[in-house]
């Protein structure tokens, strides 16, 4: 079993950074990718970022060249800075990991990401 324990989130003003931390626990040897959903309240959830074992990284296009997404394979954590903060970033963010089973996929618990004007 694998469990993701994320952290990071909190208020901050429009222009700011955060760095968000998603740490695996357990089996973790079967951990391919990791990343971050986002999920605004009252809309869709949305692929934010992913990296692969292999440190292959995707974004999706309205955070792009604001936020990096990182790992440490050796300690089992994904990172994800976020700068350059916008109000419409805030969201609740969800860590995953998956391997290359397409029936392994695990969530962390969330943290709120609010961002003011």
């Known amino acids: 079993q694998v469990q993701l324990m994320e952290s990071g989130g909190g208020l901050v003003q429009a222009g700011g950074s955060l760095r968000l931390s998603c740490a695996a626990s357990?089996?973790?040897?079967?951990?391919?990718?990791m990343g971050w959903y986002r999920q605004a309240y009252g809309k869709q959830r949305e692929l934010v970022a992913s990296v692969t074992r292999g440190g292959n990284t995707e974004y999706t296009d309205s955070v792009k060249g604001r936020f990096t997404i990182s790992r440490d394979n050796g300690k089992h954590t994904a990172y994800l800075q976020m700068n350059s903060l916008k109000p419409e970033d805030t969201a609740v963010y969800y860590c995953?990991?998956?391997?290359?089973?397409?029936?392994?996929?695990?969530w962390g618990q969330g943290t709120q990401v609010t961002v003011s004007s």
């Open positions: 357990g089996t973790v040897l079967a951990i391919n990718n």
């Open positions: 995953y990991a998956e391997g290359n089973d397409p029936d392994f996929h695990k």
